[in-house]
């Protein structure tokens, strides 16, 4: 089972779900091997910015058939190749060589478009997410996403991929209320042969 947080550094909700949730599995630890990455991007989280310090959105930068440079868009720039990125790089490294079985990626999204989306097969994942969060599920998230980790991770790699958008209206305390049960379960819910 592979959390990541903070791909994003202006979501900093992302980040602290995905630490409460390293607190909670250490007072109960899951029965799959657990990886949680809290922060991703390390250098947009310490200036709360969405971007890396290289200015690449890395949420567009990973090495799929739909990657795209796009500097006119600076908000959304996918860098100057696929996986140009180091934090790229090394998510890429550790899905390959931790082969996870099912990954939740956390981001946080604008007013009442909170959802878990899902790409590959994770329908059953989301399902199982929404049964405690109470999100919306949906498998579109209703506008390009080139290079995204979903599309790389899921779509292309096989791996059940939820990308857990919380809602930017809701307090961070509140965000991880509503999502502790979704995540822990996920680290408790047996694998399927
Ligand atoms: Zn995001």
Do not use: A, K, Q, Y
């Given at each position: 089972m592979l959390i990541l947080g903070?791909?994003?550094?202006?979501?900093p909700k992302s980040v602290f779900v995905a630490q409460e949730l390293v607190a909670l599995l250490s007072e109960s630890p899951p029965t799959h091997t657990t990886i949680v990455?809290?922060?991703?991007n390390p250098d947009g989280y310490e200036r709360g910015v969405r971007r890396n310090a290289r200015g690449v959105d890395i949420n567009r930068?990973?090495?799929?058939?739909d990657w795209k440079t796009s500097p006119q868009h600076r908000r959304f720039h996918g860098g100057v190749k696929p996986a140009s990125e180091s934090e790229t790089r090394a998510i890429v490294r550790l899905v390959e060589s931790r082969r996870p079985v099912r990954i939740v990626t956390i981001h946080s999204i604008s007013e009442y478009r909170h959802c878990n989306n899902y790409d590959g097969p994770a329908g059953a994942l989301a399902r199982r997410m929404a049964k405690f969060n109470k999100y919306p599920v949906t498998s579109n998230i209703g506008y390009p996403t080139p290079g995204s980790f979903g599309t790389w991770a899921?779509?292309?790699?096989g791996i059940p991929t939820?990308?857990?958008?919380?809602?930017?209206?809701?307090s961070r305390k509140r965000c991880w209320e509503d999502n502790a049960q979704a995540l822990s379960s996920c680290c408790h819910w047996p694998v399927e042969p």
């Open positions: 903070g791909m994003h550094g202006d979501e990455v809290t922060i991703v930068n990973f090495p799929t058939r899921g779509i292309e790699g939820v990308t857990l958008e919380l809602p930017s209206h809701h």
